[in-house]
């Protein structure tokens, strides 16, 4: 599968300096907490098959993303349309660029052990 673009919440009502975070969105607009493990949000999701406990994550991440998105969208219709959104999407870091990034700071890391 190539995805090429993605819609990161956490950014959405702040400014880069001050991301609202998706457990924080998720808080705030729909009155839930979202569990997050900070053991598991930087585990390795570069491997090809994610273990069962990665997939429940990103599962609920994405549900998550998308109720939150949906009650935006009753709120604000104007704002988070699909036009608007699209804009969110095309203004964010593509895929691709997270990847390198990403592959980048993982040598880095490991130069710096060496």
């Known amino acids: 599968m190539q995805v090429e673009g993605r819609l990161d919440l956490g950014g959405i009502g702040g400014s880069f300096s001050s991301v609202v975070g ?14 997050k493990s900070k053991r598991l949000m930087l ?10 406990e990665q997939c429940e994550y990103a ?7 998308a109720a939150v998105i949906g009650e935006l969208r009753a709120r604000f219709p104007e704002e ?13 870091m593509k895929v691709p660029e ?17």
């Open 22 to 35: 998706l457990s924080n969105a998720t808080e705030a607009v729909l009155g839930h907490g979202l569990p």
């Open 43 to 52: 585990s390795d999701w570069s491997e090809e098959e994610l273990t069962e």
């Open 59 to 65: 599962a609920r991440d994405a549900w998550a993303a």
């Open 80 to 92: 988070f349309s699909d036009a608007a959104v699209g804009d969110i999407v095309k203004k964010q």
């Open 98 to 114: 997270l990847a390198r990034r990403f592959e980048a700071r993982k040598v880095a890391r490991t130069r710096i052990k060496e």
